[in-house]
């Protein structure tokens, strides 16, 4: 909790001695234990922010910032809840009837509101802390990753050992800055940030003017790039360093439709069955698309390639696995 940025030392201390005994049941709990001149309303946004609270169930994070129609937050009126019931219960006249307090301060009412979309979530989180802990934004893109980069982007770090390759890299982009240089032209520096690190390009002249529609914060981009070297000092002779030239840029989420060519699908002939086929052929029918399908079949661990023939969605079988596919009664066949 002390890394969370805006949540000092005695929020921290107050809410950990608070759960000494029992752990919290509800926001109401937290507020009703803790020492809310340690904790302020600050730190419970930060919290928020932050997931801190995320194992009360029944209520996201975006409904503690829900506001009502004074401009209060849910948040707010939970902090004002727990101010209230610690007055009652050290006031004299109320601890004459014990925990009777409990029962006659009535839990504020828990406004309801969408959660967040998971980008604004997972961005509010890395505000706060530094980092993604919930999840990652690029989760979803796990597919386009794996099978259509070739680069995290912590190979950048040394341009030299890429030199005239070509990189495929995948990423959100964040921080962005367009910028108009002595000459009076467009520039821009974005950050694109991965798995594995994050980097900062520079881009020029052409390349900028083709490319800066997509320099979009929170934009996720997939890049084709070329480390060529650097330019040459007409007066030295030397070289620079290194640097990247852009080639193509895509929207993240375009990238398996415009770069796939085919689906391959391998199967071991032995673990097949009629009941296999039917449902890897009720799938296809339900799902069409555009592009080749193939079958790889595997016997004694040898490869055979079974090619969907688009005209008539049948598959040409080759002629030694015909007698197998025979014995087994597996009939793929689309149309």
Known sequence: MGAVKGVGSGAVKTIIEGRKDKKYKSIF?????????????????????????????????????????????????????????QENKNSAQVSLFAESDEVQLQEPEIPYCEPWPTLEELKLEKDVVGIYISGHPLDDFQTPLEHFCN??????????????????????????????????????????????DSYEFRIFGEEYLKFKHFLIENNFIYMRLLVKEGWRNRETGKTGDPRISFLSF????????KNSKKLTLQLSIDDLSEEKSKE???????????????????????????????????????????SKIKEKRLHFKLS
């Open 29 to 85: 709990d937290l507020t009703k234990t803790i020492d809310l001149r340690s904790a302020n309303k600050k730190a419970f946004d930060s919290l928020v922010y932050a997931g801190g609270f995320d194992s009360f169930k029944g209520v996201n994070r975006a409904q503690y910032l829900q506001e009502n129609r004074d401009g209060i937050t849910f948040i707010e009126k939970a902090l004002r809840f727990g101010a209230k019931f």
């Open 280 to 322: 890897i052929i009720g799938l296809f029918k339900k799902f069409k698309g555009k592009n080749q399908l193939e079958f790889s079949f595997y016997e004694n661990n040898e490869k055979i390639k079974l090619t969907m023939l688009s005209e008539n969605y049948k598959i040409s079988i080759n002629e030694a696995l015909i």
């Open 151 to 196: 680069a995290p982007l912590e190979v950048l770090k040394d341009l030299t050992q890429l030199l005239n390759r070509e990189l495929r890299i995948g990423g959100i982009i964040g921080e962005v800055e367009h910028r108009i240089s002595k000459n009076g032209k467009g520039w821009a520096s974005f950050i694109v940030e991965d798995y594995t």
């Open 250 to 257: 895509q929207q993240l989420q375009d990238t398996l439709e």
